[in-house]
């Protein structure tokens, strides 16, 4: 099982990048696809999640509006394209898989906790320049 996320790097502030996450070695319609960021010194935070089999999807309320997630499925791959960012935006960002929590409509249960989370890609940098 491998999760390989790529596409950071440095962007000035209201600029764009794209977060690629590509998926192997598991049944990708099963699960769900979360990206999560970690900024020096704070606790890692959910910012983002789809589920593969229905494209239901979840943001967290600082990257709504800004962030858009999709999946494609042929290519086992989720993105995550960030528009607008923000200098509070610079953070490690990880793409995580979960088989067990459900992403309702409208996101309004949340994308569960890291725990449920099976399997995490390395992460890749994001750096916002104000």
């Known amino acids: 099982v491998q999760l390989q996320a790529y596409g950071g790097g440095l962007v000035q502030a209201g600029g764009s990048l794209r977060l690629s996450c590509a998926a192997s070695g598991f049944t990708f319609d099963d699960y769900a696809i979360g990206w999560f960021r970690q900024a020096p010194g704070k606790e890692r935070e959910g910012v983002s999640c789809?589920?593969?089999?229905?494209?239901?999807?979840y943001y967290a309320d600082s990257v709504k509006g800004r962030f858009t997630i999709s999946s494609d499925n042929a290519w086992n791959t989720v993105y995550l394209q960030m528009n607008s960012l923000k200098p509070e935006d610079s953070a490690v960002y990880y793409c995580?898989?979960?088989?067990?929590?459900?992403?309702?409509?409208?996101?309004?249960?949340?994308?569960?906790?890291?725990?449920?989370?099976?399997?995490w890609g390395q992460g890749t940098l994001v750096t916002v320049s104000s």
């Open positions: 789809i589920s593969s089999s229905d494209g239901n999807t």
């Open positions: 995580a898989a979960t088989e067990g929590v459900v992403i309702f409509p409208g996101g309004v249960r949340g994308l569960g906790s890291e725990d449920e989370y099976e399997y």
